[in-house]
């Protein structure tokens, strides 16, 4: 049977079709008040964005939310986890004043703000799932204490997973460090010595120490390394690679499955949202914001995380890619927009996955408000 996706696009002539306006009766006509019992304490899933970015969602959006779950006699907070690389979001303290500083203040949103695994990513909570991969997810214990959630996503291309919507705020956005650090264990970069040219960013960048110079050539050890791909992401001669064929699938599967864990014991407790605007090539993780690869789509609603996810990934690909972007290819109405920035990665695999443990279904019912 179909899920139902709920979309409303971006148009507006009247207060009553205002972004604001079409967010509350997404989250009315998707059912959410349904999932929400009185008192719950309601995480509401975001992320608050790194410091220099600016394509995360818009708090005056999350405050919309934040008001239909209090209209619900439920206790709303707004919430994420700590990083695995270094950065403005790397503890609680940072991180807590990363989110004010791009808005995510009380008097804003009107909720207030935890950071689910603690002030320096050690509040832990193991759940069992007892999947191909892992026995347990290692998930933020505010998280897994939660009554309910809403999870708000950005979504936009990856550089591993290819895209990120619903399934890797989940899973990614869930995890402490520790839980971070299992998905992308897959994923072991190593240096093309040919194309090194020693300037020493990695070096800079590596947050335990992994990443040295020998000479004026680049090493990273293997057994130190935590994978975060910020090497990856600074290197200026592209000389840092990993194993596209073998190491990407697998780590989409460990990505969904800690998505499973993340919502084990909610079930028929969590709602979705994904804002398919400022949709651009990279994670919102990284300290700046490219220009979008397609033109803003509009705002979908969904219990079901692959279905909704599903339903993203169509709508950007039906777009026409934008030529002053990153898009390299596949800028024609229905071709693979993420596979024309991130041509090795296949991000469906999240999804065929996702079906496949019985996180959602990839059949969905397109309903516009």
């Not at 690389?85 to 500083?101: F, K, Q």
């Not at 020493?200 to 050539?217: F, I």
């Not at 910020?230 to 990505?255: S, Y």
């Not at 969904?256 to 864990?261: D, H, P, S, V």
Request: aromatic share 8%; charged share 25%.
């Amino acid at each position: 049977m179909a899920s139902k996706v709920y979309f409303a696009d971006l148009r507006a002539r009247s207060p009553q079709e205002s972004t604001i306006s079409k967010i509350q009766k997404l989250f009315d006509e998707a059912g959410f008040v349904e999932l929400l019992g009185a008192e719950d304490l309601t995480a509401i899933k975001i992320h608050f964005g790194e410091y220099g970015n600016d394509s995360y969602i818009n708090p005056v959006f999350v405050r919309q939310v934040v008001e239909k779950i209090r209209a619900s006699g439920a206790k709303p907070f707004i919430t994420d986890t700590n990083t695995l690389y270094s950065g403005s979001r790397y503890n609680a303290v940072d991180h807590l004043t990363t989110a004010i500083e791009h808005g995510f203040d009380y008097s804003v949103v009107r909720a207030p703000l935890i950071i689910s695994d603690g002030l320096k990513s050690q509040s832990i909570s193991e759940v069992g799932i007892g999947l191909k991969h892992f026995k347990s997810a290692k998930i933020g214990s505010d998280i897994v204490a939660a009554d309910s959630m809403i999870v708000m996503s950005h979504f936009k291309a990856h550089i591993v997973a290819g895209f990120g919507g619903a399934v890797k705020n989940l899973a990614m956005g869930c995890a402490p460090a520790a839980g971070k650090k299992d998905q992308h264990f897959r994923t072991s970069p190593h240096i093309v010595e040919e194309k090194c040219i020693g300037c020493g960013k990695c070096v800079e960048v590596c947050p335990v120490g992994a990443a040295s110079l020998l000479g004026e050539v680049s090493r990273i050890e293997r057994e130190i390394c935590i994978s975060c791909m910020q090497c990856f992401e600074v290197c200026p001669a592209e000389a840092i690679d990993i194993d596209w064929e073998h190491d990407i699938p697998e780590f989409l599967e460990c990505m969904t499955e800690y998505a499973y864990g993340a919502v084990k014991g909610k079930e028929d407790r969590v709602g979705y949202i994904n804002f398919l605007i400022k949709i651009t090539p990279d994670c919102d993780c990284v300290p700046w914001s490219d220009a979008s690869i397609v033109p803003d789509i509009g705002i979908l609603a969904s219990k079901d995380p692959v279905a909704l996810d599903q339903a993203s990934y169509d709508l950007v690909n039906r777009q026409k890619g934008l030529i002053n972007s990153s898009l390299h290819s596949n800028h024609e109405k229905g071709a693979d927009k993420f596979r024309g920035v991130w041509p090795r990665v296949d991000g469906t695999h999240q999804l065929k996955y996702g079906e496949e443990i019985g996180l959602g279904s990839r059949d969905y019912e397109l309903v516009e408000i």
